[in-house]
């Protein structure tokens, strides 16, 4: 019940230098790679966080370009996100799928992205058209290579073109080339190909720092839902690690493009590069920050010690923790894969941070793991994480509480280039589904996917990583699944859509929704589909009541997506903001904002970049790009009201054992919110009633949230507002608009 | 009876702050707790009693992802 407290002598005792390496393929892999293209070019550090300039690659006519990035891209785009989006609206068309060559995959930094005085500042953004939901997606990643591109000379990086060889692209920015290789046959998946590619690519050791490698694996190549692993070079471990761009597919269209890898290669890395306008407010503004860090976080999260999994049990004590396909919030069995384990799990003698200067170090590793299954059993490994994300997906959802298989299925969703909320979650439903009969043994190819079987789960996985079997399925994510389980006619429709856990195509991240309205919508009416990056409201509606009319839960709506989008605008990491607080912040107003760390954003903004700004700046900078965003996506034939749609087991209990399992909660609601005795009335009866009850208010939230982002009762943003952010100025934007007006 | 973040509460004589948070097995670290009004620094939480029929505000901040 109290604050979990460290103990050392508990921590194992493993030796966090060794593990199986794979660097005897080095000189074939050297003599092996053919050079198709090599273009100079001259290196330049940014100014005040920008290079101004953008490199161009097309994998498939080898043309490598420069492209200005002028004064209008960032006084609108600002960077990150922004700068993805604004290249991907250029080079698409409403017509053009994700597996079109015009579709590309988009890298930017953001303006204050490198500076190392502050932590959690080393963030890229990767934005490309989904192969899940036919939408731009975007997704925020650590690892070196966002910084090293940018202290290479560029702001952004495209990628278009599809190849019919694997390519290597490698950026030099220390001799100023860009080389596109054709990669020889060999290793695909990604702790073996990172390091690899990390030793081929720089000059000795002491460059390994200096070279970070963007790739995907297996998986990628057969399923939809592939992610992109960013490497960063661990000094104490002496290993390559890797941070992921999860969400929605982006390795899928890297492989589809037939990318082996992108290697960027950087000057060694000093705290003055991006020189930022006033060096001063970013050193003094990181001094206080780092002081916090170091006297609050020991009393507050832990994020030093355990990460971000140290919230594993507080969603657990607070029936959040997604407990089999998002029925039940909690599990008698959460302490074997709570912080409790993993602190003492977790090599803990690391400063585990992903960029230099990150004193929040959440990246936490597990070293010394030997595998069991698939081509790499026998060998000892270390998994980045697990975080939180990847307890609860690959864990709890799919009642799987054995730390070992949790790790192992944890490795192989990362060297596989497989999203690990995407891959719990659509592993949950279909455990779901096997439990209620809609798959079976025979439908599965033999596979007993019941809940908690991880050897089943990992034979899954490696079938997705070769494209065949029952694997090849869950690869193509929840709603393409839905629609062959539906086709099939193996069950009930309407309780396959009702359990199946996505929303525009993307499958929800890890936390309950059920009982907080405020963050059905925290899911359903983002830009992307169901990240929670947009969006966390649970503890303020549901615990704190903070937010008790659709007004209050609108504005939170409104606000809090927008601060977030400026992470990604800037490359900033999330997690400093709100996960360690000042000492005095409980007396500051509207705490939940954490108004001392917005200030020093506003701060770090403008030394950077010496464009002064407000706190109120930054949300309308924000504004201009989400709302961007989501006429890009009415652009691509979607964005409406009609595709915020939520599947009902997000907004309420869909199953009779849902309901009973938390009776005492759901009677005491039909009795409070809705004027109805329940005594009398049948499970059925009452589920129904919480039905029409929830649904209902969902769709009223609707109304409130797009009113006050000042979009239509459809989900459009209106001309006025549109005029509001100065999108008026884009006239395709604008014609975007008018075809709903 | 006392009030928690709306929800009623029993009270019992000597009852501290920490005491709720155990009864509302309210475990997340980063808390602002007011007692009428009143805001109880987290060193207090073990000492500060809680009269009956207080309305106590437990709120949580926000973490994760």
């Known amino acids: 019940?109290?604050?979990?407290?460290?103990?050392?002598?508990?921590?194992?005792?493993?030796?966090?230098?060794?593990?199986?390496?794979?660097?005897?393929?080095?000189?074939?892999?050297?003599?092996?790679?053919?050079?198709?293209?090599?273009?100079?070019?001259?290196?330049?550090?940014?100014?005040?966080?920008?290079?101004?300039?953008?490199?161009?690659?097309?994998?498939?006519?080898?043309?490598?370009?420069?492209?200005?990035?002028?004064?209008?891209?960032?006084?609108?785009?600002?960077?990150?996100?922004?700068?993805?989006?604004?290249?991907?609206?250029?080079?698409?068309?409403?017509?053009?799928?994700?597996?079109?060559?015009?579709?590309?995959?988009?890298?930017?930094?953001?303006?204050?992205?490198?500076?190392?005085?502050?932590?959690?500042?080393?963030?890229?953004?990767?934005?490309?058209?989904?192969?899940?939901?036919?939408?731009?997606?975007?997704?925020?990643?650590?690892?070196?290579?966002?910084?090293?591109?940018?202290?290479?000379?560029?702001?952004?990086?495209?990628?278009?073109?599809?190849?019919?060889?694997?390519?290597?692209?490698?950026?030099?920015?220390?001799?100023?080339?860009?080389?596109?290789?054709?990669?020889?046959?060999?290793?695909?998946?990604?702790?073996?190909?990172?390091?690899?590619?990390?030793?081929?690519?720089a000059e000795n050791d002491a460059d390994l720092p200096n070279v970070s490698v963007v790739s995907t694996g297996a998986a990628a190549e057969h399923s939809l839902i592939g992610m992109l692993n960013f490497s960063f070079y661990d000094r104490r471990r002496g290993c390559v690690r890797f941070k992921q761009a999860g969400r929605g597919g982006i390795g899928t269209v890297f492989r589809d493009k037939r990318i082996r890898a992108i290697v960027c290669r950087g000057p060694k890395v000093a705290g003055d590069l991006n020189h930022p306008a006033d060096p001063e407010t970013i050193a003094r503004t990181g001094i206080k920050y780092h002081k916090e860090i170091r006297e609050q976080d020991p009393h507050q999260c832990m994020m030093r010690r355990n990460g971000t999994a140290h919230i594993v049990e507080i969603m657990n004590a607070y029936d959040l923790l997604p407990v089999h396909n998002f029925q039940f919030g909690s599990h008698p069995d959460t302490h074997k894969i709570d912080s409790s384990y993993w602190q003492q799990r977790c090599t803990q003698v690391t400063v585990d941070g992903c960029w230099y200067g990150c004193s929040m170090a959440c990246a936490k590793g597990t070293d010394g793991v030997v595998l069991k299954t698939g081509p790499y059993q026998g060998h000892m490994v270390t998994v980045d994480g697990p975080e939180y994300e990847n307890a609860a997906g690959l864990g709890s959802n799919c009642g799987v509480f054995d730390p070992d298989y949790l790790l192992e299925l944890n490795f192989y969703c990362d060297t596989y280039g497989i999203c690990t909320i995407t891959y719990g979650t659509l592993t949950a439903f279909i455990m779901e589904c096997y439990q209620r009969g809609i798959l079976n043994k025979e439908r599965t190819g033999g596979l007993e996917l019941t809940w908690g079987n991880a050897e089943a789960d990992l034979a899954m996985m490696h079938q997705m990583a070769r494209g065949i079997g029952f694997g090849k399925i869950a690869g193509m994510g929840v709603k393409k699944m839905k629609t062959h389980f539906i086709a099939q006619g193996w069950g009930d429709p309407q309780l396959i859509n009702d359990i199946g856990m996505e929303n525009k195509g993307l499958e929800y991240s890890q936390y309950m929704s059920k009982e907080s309205l405020a963050q059905q919508g925290g899911y359903a009416?983002?830009?992307?589909?169901?990240?929670?990056?947009?969006?966390?409201?649970?503890?303020?509606?549901?615990?704190?009541?903070?937010?008790?009319?659709?007004?209050?839960?609108?504005?939170?709506?409104?606000?809090?997506?927008?601060?977030?989008?400026?992470?990604?605008?800037?490359?900033?990491?999330?997690?400093?903001?709100?996960?360690?607080?000042?000492?005095?912040?409980?007396?500051?107003?509207?705490?939940?904002?954490?108004?001392?760390?917005?200030?020093?954003?506003?701060?770090?903004?403008?030394?950077?970049?010496?464009?002064?700004?407000?706190?109120?700046?930054?949300?309308?900078?924000?504004?201009?790009?989400?709302?961007?965003?989501?006429?890009?996506?009415?652009?691509?034939?979607?964005?409406?009201?009609?595709?915020?749609?939520?599947?009902?087991?997000?907004?309420?209990?869909?199953?009779?054992?849902?309901?009973?399992?938390?009776?005492?909660?759901?009677?005491?609601?039909?009795?409070?919110?809705?004027?109805?005795?329940?005594?009398?009335?049948?499970?059925?009866?009452?589920?129904?009633?919480?039905?029409?009850?929830?649904?209902?208010?969902?769709?009223?939230?609707?109304?409130?949230?797009?009113?006050?982002?000042?979009?239509?009762?459809?989900?459009?943003?209106?001309?006025?507002?549109?005029?509001?952010?100065?999108?008026?100025?884009?006239?395709?934007?604008?014609?975007?608009?008018?075809?709903?007006? | 009876m006392i009030q928690v973040n709306e929800e009623p509460l029993d009270w019992h004589e000597g009852m501290t702050v920490r005491d709720i948070l155990r009864a509302k097995n309210y475990r997340f670290p980063m808390l602002i707790i007011h007692v009428n009004g009143l805001l109880i620094p987290k060193p207090d939480y073990d000492t500060t009693t809680v009269p009956d029929s207080a309305v106590v505000q437990v709120i949580h901040l926000i973490s994760g992802g």
Request: include cysteine; proline fraction near 6%.
């Open chain 1, 1 to 201: 019940m109290d604050q979990l407290v460290f103990d050392p002598s508990k921590v194992m005792a493993i030796d966090h230098t060794r593990r199986t390496e794979y660097l005897g393929a080095l000189l074939a892999y050297r003599t092996g790679l053919r050079t198709l293209k090599e273009v100079a070019y001259t290196p330049s550090l940014p100014d005040r966080g920008y290079n101004n300039r953008s490199l161009y690659v097309n994998v498939d006519t080898l043309e490598v370009t420069e492209k200005p990035v002028t004064q209008q891209m960032k006084d609108v785009f600002i960077g990150g996100r922004g700068f993805g989006l604004y290249h991907l609206w250029n080079a698409v068309q409403p017509t053009t799928k994700w597996n079109d060559p015009e579709n590309e995959i988009i890298i930017s930094p953001g303006p204050v992205c490198g500076i190392t005085q502050y932590a959690g500042t080393g963030k890229s953004l990767v934005v490309t058209l989904s192969p899940q939901t036919e939408i731009p997606i975007d997704s925020n990643v650590g690892g070196f290579f966002g910084p090293l591109l940018k202290f290479s000379g560029f702001d952004a990086l495209e990628l278009q073109g599809k190849s019919t060889k694997d390519v290597i692209l490698f950026i030099d920015g220390v001799k100023g080339l860009i080389r596109i290789d054709e990669a020889p046959e060999g290793p695909v998946d990604s702790h073996v190909l990172g390091e690899l590619l990390t030793h081929l690519y």
């Open chain 1, 525 to 741: 009416l983002t830009n992307k589909g169901p990240q929670h990056d947009e969006a966390w409201l649970i503890f303020m509606d549901m615990v704190n009541k903070q937010l008790p009319t659709f007004e209050a839960k609108a504005e939170a709506l409104y606000y809090f997506p927008l601060f977030r989008t400026w992470f990604g605008l800037n490359g900033f990491c999330k997690l400093p903001w709100n996960d360690v607080v000042p000492a005095d912040n409980s007396s500051q107003p509207e705490p939940q904002k954490v108004p001392e760390h917005v200030q020093n954003y506003v701060d770090l903004f403008t030394a950077t970049t010496g464009v002064k700004i407000t706190k109120e700046d930054l949300i309308m900078q924000s504004a201009r790009v989400y709302n961007f965003q989501r006429i890009f996506n009415i652009r691509m034939g979607k964005g409406l009201r009609l595709h915020d749609a939520a599947p009902y087991r997000s907004l309420g209990p869909v199953t009779r054992e849902e309901y009973e399992s938390r009776t005492e909660r759901y009677d005491k609601q039909l009795q409070d919110e809705l004027g109805i005795d329940p005594a009398g009335k049948s499970t059925e009866e009452k589920m129904a009633l919480h039905r029409t009850w929830r649904t209902d208010r969902f769709s009223q939230l609707m109304d409130s949230v797009y009113t006050r982002r000042g979009w239509t009762l459809d989900g459009v943003p209106t001309l006025e507002r549109l005029r509001e952010l100065g999108l008026d100025a884009f006239p395709e934007v604008v014609a975007v608009v008018k075809q709903f007006i």
